[in-house]
C-alpha cells in the first residue's frame, strides 16, 4: 500500500499596500473572457458592445430571462445615467426595473472613468476599511 503525501494550503492574513493586493488577487482570475472586456469597454455603446459586456459580467452566457430583461432595459430603454456627484438621482437610478447590480454595471460600461467597477467583492472589501 502506498501513501500519498497531501498538501493543504493554511491562509493567513496579511497587511500589503493596493498594489500588491491587487497582484495578489489578479492572478487568483482567470482572464480567459479578459479580451470581450477590453475590446468593448471605453468606446460608444452599440448593441453588441453592451451585450458583450453583460456577458463578461455574467461571465459567459446569459440565460434568456437575464438576456430579455439586458435588452428591454439597457439596450431598447436606453437608460440615462444620473449627473454627476448627484447622490440622489444615482440612488434613483438603481431602483429602476433592470437590477441594481446590472444598473451599476451599466454605469461603468456607459462611463468606466467616473463609475468604477462595483460589486460584491468591492463592496465587502470598502466596508472592511469603514
Known sequence: MTTHLSTFPILAVQFVDEQRF??????????????????NIGKPLTEERLLRLFEWKNNGRIAKHKLDSIRR??????????????????????????????????????DPSSYPIFDQHVYRAVREKI
Do not use: M
Not at 23 to 31: G, I, K, N
Open 22 to 39: 491587487v497582484e495578489f488577487w489578479s492572478a487568483r482570475y482567470p482572464t480567459v473572457n479578459e479580451p470581450a472586456y477590453q475590446s
Open 73 to 110: 432595459n439597457y439596450i431598447e430603454g436606453k437608460p440615462v445615467p444620473p449627473t454627476l456627484g448627484d447622490r440622489s438621482g444615482l440612488l434613483t437610478f438603481i431602483q429602476k426595473p433592470g437590477g441594481a447590480i446590472w444598473r451599476i454595471f451599466w454605469l461603468h460600461c456607459h
